[in-house]
């Protein structure tokens, strides 16, 4: 059973910077292309970052947040990170990390749903 744990939300002025976590069971991490997702209360879930499988070569970013959140992974600890800096209230919403069946690589899941989805993590950006 696939479980996808996030960690590291919180309150944080604006200006600041989080760094999110997801840990992931199971074997075989880094044959997955993983990926960041967030909703934000009264909108839909959208795309934030996603990475490649193996070392991670591939990332891909939502316009918005390009030049300052960065995906990153560390297969050793099955982790893969977000970090987020120069932070605003637009970003506040809950995270969500996510994997979809193996191929699916990293560009598809910018528009696809995934299959596999943590319970997410509130990340709150006050002004």
Known sequence: QVQLVESGGGLVQAGGSLRL????????????AMGWFRQAPGKEREFVATIS??????TYYEDSVKG???ISRDNAKNTVYLQMNSLNPEVTAVYYCARDLPPTPARLMRVISPKFWGQGTQVTVSS
């Open 21 to 32: 976590s997801c840990a992931a069971s199971g074997r075989a991490f880094s044959s997955y």
């Open 53 to 58: 499988w193996g070392s991670g070569d591939a």
């Open 68 to 70: 300052r959140f960065t």
